[in-house]
């Protein structure tokens, strides 16, 4: 089977269970927006200085595409899409809250106001604030959503992306470290 189905010719694309939405839907807008912050982090899993790091990334990236399944499963379609897979739990974002502990005591907040990406001369904390910044960007567009027919109804989505962005925050610092 090609990559090229062409089902996207017309501007339409597929949530899962076969629903199409158009391809400028706020939600399909969510899920690339989620899709493009897992792009943003693989310079920086590459290139990575810092060993944490490496973990953060090498376990975020695969969270973000079960992630993208939720964003992906139509309204209604919630329990059908649970007997399969697992929905994103507070577990997820708990060790996201570890690693922001971890990494202050670390050092790696030491705030002096408004950082400047890639100011140290760090490429590594440049990727970490490029992909910081794409996360950001995808929980607005998932709370965009709120409020909605299209509301994602796990809430755990919203604050993992929050507390994701702030991870990443931590790791450019960390990245600029000597």
Known sequence: MSIATRRGDQGETDLLF?????????????????????????????????????EIVAKVQPLLISLMGELATPPGMEERYAATHKPFEPAHTAWLDEWVAKLEAGGALQFKGWALPGEAGVMTGAYADL???????????????????????????????????DVLWLLARWEERD
């Open 18 to 54: 076969g629903q199409r939405l158009s391809k400028s839907h706020p939600r399909v807008h969510a899920l690339g927006a989620v899709d493009e912050l897992n792009a943003a982090l693989g310079p920086l899993r590459i290139a990575a200085l810092k060993a944490e790091t490496r």
């Open 131 to 165: 992909a910081r910044t794409a996360c950001r960007r995808a929980e607005r567009m998932v709370v965009d959503l709120t409020g909605t027919e299209q509301e994602v109804p796990n809430a755990e989505v919203v604050r993992f992306l929050n507390r994701l962005a």
